[in-house]
Nanobody
Framework: VQLVESGGGLVQPGGSLRLSCTAS????????MGWYRQAPGKQRELVAT???????NYGDPVKGRFTISGDRAKNTVDLQMNSLKPEDTAVYYC???????????????WGQGTQVTVSS
């Protein structure tokens, strides 16, 4: 099982970026997918999650600016980030809580991370 992220980069304040993450491999089911971020010197924090394909949860700093969406048929999760601020600069990690075909229990899987830099 692996998670592959794409879409990070450099953007000016007020701009937008879209991150995508695809889970692949021997997957029985996916319980939830989401995004977390970690800025230098800070702990990893919740950005947004989607559970059951439609139930969403957002971290307070991104509410009203970011939108998460999942496609259960494609095992993907996207994060649309609007009105970006310099404090959104971080490495963004995709996470999936999924049941691999080798197990009946769910496990956490993480992507390798993608850098988002908001700067003028």
């Amino acid at each position: 099982v692996q998670l592959v992220e794409s879409g990070g980069g450099l953007v000016q304040p007020g701009g937008s970026l879209r991150l995508s993450c695809t889970a692949s491999g021997s997957i029985l089911s996916i319980n939830a997918m989401g995004w977390y971020r970690q800025a230098p010197g800070k702990q990893r924090e919740l950005v947004a999650t989607v559970t059951g394909g439609s139930n969403t949860n957002y971290g307070d700093p991104v509410k009203g600016r970011f939108t998460i969406s999942g496609d259960r048929a494609k095992n993907t999760v996207d994060l649309q980030m609007n009105s970006l601020k310099p404090e959104d600069t971080a490495v963004y990690y995709c996470k999936a809580v999924l049941v691999p075909r080798s197990s009946w229990a769910p496990f956490d899987y993480w992507g390798q991370g993608t850098q988002v830099t908001v700067s003028s």
